[in-house]
């Protein structure tokens, strides 16, 4: 069965499962209506199956999602009074369970939220890709070709379910997004397999040619299947007290290496492994240093990914925004890769930064390009100093990444996990500094109603001289001289009286950093990271 017949039958299972899922809810609320009228009048909590499931959301909802759902299940091709009708509802639905995400911390949102934004996500897409059938003209032979447009807005669709709203939901959710954009991806590529390396420019106005019509020429999109990342990089800082450097460890002697530390007080020091990712995919089959092959995992840079928009999350007029991933890397990562002729220069660029973030999550064909270092299933230390910084036991390491260009700044700070940060592409420097230390690195505290006690208001690049103190330096509670005031002197030198090690972290490198040590890491050129969080 051709990817697109697959992907069409894909939706109406979801658009059936979906409704037969909220027909039985409502009618599990209708045969309970007499007991949730009780438990109403006393004022009891709704029966905690209705708040693990869509009647979390109420019974009006679940009956407009149910409706949409019967609809696009017995659709083969909406007209487009009923499409444009059916996509208005399904945006009122979106848009209604997004709101609720602003009353709650994300990890108190009720999951019934999540679900509904995941599933009406779910309708939208399947109604989108049958109304993108109508515009193809071949689609009555099984496939169908999807242009710049159509393959943003589906993608969009999913992405927003993923990034926003977890993908939540057993039955369909982040599983059913994943093969759904796999045979999305199959269908893309099938058809315009040259597009698979391209960066996405944004659109133009087409040109005309001397007649009128559009011009026949094709787009000039930027072929780079043979560049890598630039190197460049525009400062880096000396390492003055080097972390120890050696080939991997055996998960036996990793193990003996933590539980027998030199210093019992402080625990295991950080540690650099300088060959324990030379066989990962991204490092030899899949380059990920080279920007065509990922854009040929991301829908030609269609995908969307959230990022960082400032130097530091500490800086004033730091931001988040969601951008695709061309975007990320045409006009933020390596400006060398646009044909924009009238880009600015990089003084004059924001720094954008995809940090933390569970990108390989969210792209599993990304995820399959690297491997969870046995080091990972070894049984590390408590903290050394606090153990109430010490977390549930994890199943499996918690891994984020880190993309960026030069420059970009993760301010000192400490984690309640032990860390192993690979670096994939490019370079970064590394600065830690150990839990003993704790009171000299004086943590921020609540801001704005955010903890940030994990994070210094000490400026390390500030401090040292290699960039502008931070605007807001002023409100941080900074050692005072005698006479009450900030001695900027007196911090540099008190800050210099703290020992620390520190390193450049190159291409294939794994830093081991244990819990609790304080850390400011900075970009010095184009940079993929990865970390695995465990313990």
């Given at each position: 069965?051709?990817?697109?017949?697959?992907l069409l039958?894909?939706?109406?299972d979801?658009?059936?499962?979906?409704?037969?899922e909220?027909?039985?809810?409502?009618a599990?609320?209708?045969?309970d209506?007499?007991?949730?009228?009780?438990?109403?009048a006393?004022?009891?909590?709704?029966?905690?199956?209705?708040?693990s499931?869509?009647?979390?959301?109420?019974?009006?909802?679940?009956?407009?999602?149910?409706?949409?759902?019967s609809?696009?299940?017995r659709?083969d091709?909406?007209?487009?009074?009923?499409?444009?009708?059916?996509?208005?509802?399904?945006e009122?639905?979106?848009?209604?369970?997004?709101?609720?995400f602003?009353?709650?911390?994300?990890?108190d949102?009720?999951?019934?939220?999540?679900?509904l934004?995941?599933?009406?996500?779910?309708?939208?897409?399947?109604?989108?890709?049958?109304?993108?059938a109508?515009?193809?003209?071949?689609?009555?032979?099984?496939t169908?070709?999807?242009?710049?447009?159509?393959i943003?807005e589906?993608?969009?669709?999913l992405?927003?379910a993923?990034?926003l709203?977890?993908a939540?939901?057993?039955?369909?959710g982040?599983?059913?997004?994943?093969?759904?954009?796999?045979?999305?991806?199959?269908?893309?590529?099938?058809?315009?397999?040259?597009?698979?390396?391209?960066?996405?420019?944004?659109?133009?106005?087409?040109?005309?040619?001397?007649?009128?019509?559009d011009?026949p020429?094709?787009?000039?999109?930027l072929r780079?299947?043979?560049v890598?990342?630039?190197?460049?990089?525009p400062?880096?800082?000396?390492?003055?007290r080097?972390?120890?450097?050696?080939?991997?460890?055996?998960?036996?002697?990793f193990?003996?290496?933590?539980?027998r530390?030199s210093d019992?007080?402080?625990?295991p020091?950080?540690?650099?492994?300088?060959?324990?990712?030379?066989?990962?995919?991204?490092?030899?089959?899949?380059?990920?240093h080279?920007?065509?092959?990922?854009?040929?995992?991301?829908f030609?840079?269609h995908?969307?990914?959230?990022?960082e928009?400032?130097?530091?999350?500490?800086?004033?007029g730091?931001g988040?925004?969601?951008?695709?991933?061309?975007?990320?890397?045409?006009e933020?990562?390596?400006?060398?890769?646009s044909?924009?002729t009238?880009?600015?220069?990089?003084?004059d660029?924001?720094?954008?930064?995809?940090a933390?973030h569970?990108?390989?999550?969210?792209?599993?064909?990304?995820?399959n390009?690297?491997?969870?270092p046995?080091l990972c299933?070894?049984?590390?230390p408590?903290?050394p100093t606090d153990?109430?910084?010490d977390?549930p036991?994890?199943?499996?390491?918690?891994?984020?990444?880190?993309?960026g260009p030069?420059?970009?700044?993760?301010?000192?700070?400490?984690?309640?996990?032990?860390?192993?940060?690979?670096?994939?592409?490019?370079c970064?420097y590394?600065?830690?500094?150990?839990?003993?230390?704790n009171?000299?690195?004086?943590?921020r505290?609540?801001?704005?109603g955010?903890e940030?006690?994990?994070t210094?208001?000490?400026?390390?690049g500030?401090?040292?001289g290699?960039?502008?103190?931070?605007?807001?330096?002023?409100?941080?509670?900074?050692?005072l001289s005698?006479?009450?005031?900030?001695?900027?002197?007196?911090?540099?030198?008190?800050?210099?009286d703290v020992?620390?090690?520190d390193c450049?972290?190159?291409?294939?490198?794994?830093?081991?950093?244990?819990?609790?040590?304080?850390?400011?890491v900075?970009?010095?050129?184009v940079?993929?990271?990865?970390?695995?969080?465990?313990?």
């Open positions: 069965m051709a990817a697109y017949q697959q039958q894909l939706g109406r979801a658009a059936s499962h979906i409704r037969e909220c027909d039985d809810l409502l599990c609320a209708a045969a209506a007499d007991a949730a009228a009780d438990a109403a006393n004022a009891d909590p709704i029966p905690q199956r209705h708040q499931s869509l009647l979390g959301c109420g019974s009006a909802l679940v009956s407009l999602l149910s409706r949409q759902a609809l696009l299940a659709l091709s909406p007209d487009t009074s009923t499409g444009d009708l059916l996509m208005k509802r399904l009122d639905i979106i848009s209604i369970s997004y709101s609720k602003y009353c709650f911390l994300f990890k949102l009720p999951l019934c939220w999540r679900q934004y995941t599933d009406a996500s779910i309708l939208k897409f399947h109604s989108l890709i049958l109304r993108t109508l515009d193809a003209a071949d689609s009555s032979q099984g169908i070709v999807l242009n710049d447009d159509a943003s589906l993608v969009k669709t992405d927003l993923l990034i709203a977890g939540a939901g057993e039955q369909r982040r599983v059913w997004i994943a093969k759904a954009l796999d045979l999305l991806h199959h269908v893309w590529t099938s058809t315009q397999p040259e597009r698979a390396g391209d960066i996405i420019r944004p659109a133009k106005r087409a040109k005309l040619n001397e007649q009128g019509h011009d020429s094709p787009p000039d999109d780079c299947s043979t890598s990342f630039s190197d460049s990089q400062f880096t800082p000396p390492v003055e080097p972390i120890p450097r050696r080939p991997a460890m055996s998960v036996e002697a193990q003996s290496y933590m539980d530390p019992s007080t402080l625990g020091e950080p540690l650099i492994f300088t060959d324990l990712v030379e066989e990962w995919p991204a490092r030899t089959t899949n380059p990920w080279k920007p065509s092959y990922l854009l040929s995992k991301t030609g840079g995908r969307l990914v959230p990022v928009i400032g130097r530091s999350y500490v800086d004033e730091w988040q925004k969601l951008i695709t991933f061309g975007t990320l890397l045409r933020y990562i390596d400006s060398s890769l044909p924009d009238n880009q600015s220069s990089p003084a660029r924001q720094i954008a930064y995809l933390q569970p990108l390989l999550t969210q792209l599993p064909a990304l995820r390009d690297i491997l969870v046995d299933y070894t049984s590390p408590p903290h153990s109430s910084k977390q036991e994890v199943d499996e390491p918690m891994l984020n990444a880190w993309f030069p420059g970009t700044i993760t301010p000192l700070h400490n984690d309640p996990y032990h860390n192993l940060l690979v670096q994939v592409v490019g970064k590394v600065r830690l500094y150990s839990p003993l230390h009171e000299q690195m004086q943590a505290g609540k801001e704005d955010v940030m006690g994990n210094s208001s000490l400026d390390v500030a401090l040292e290699w960039d502008q103190p931070a605007q807001d330096q002023q409100q941080l509670q900074l050692p005698p006479d009450g005031q900030v001695s900027e002197e007196r911090i540099r030198q008190a800050f210099k020992p620390y090690v450049i972290l190159n291409p294939g490198d794994t830093l081991y950093i244990p819990i609790g040590w304080w850390h400011y900075r970009g010095l050129s940079s993929f990271s990865v970390s695995f969080w465990w313990n």
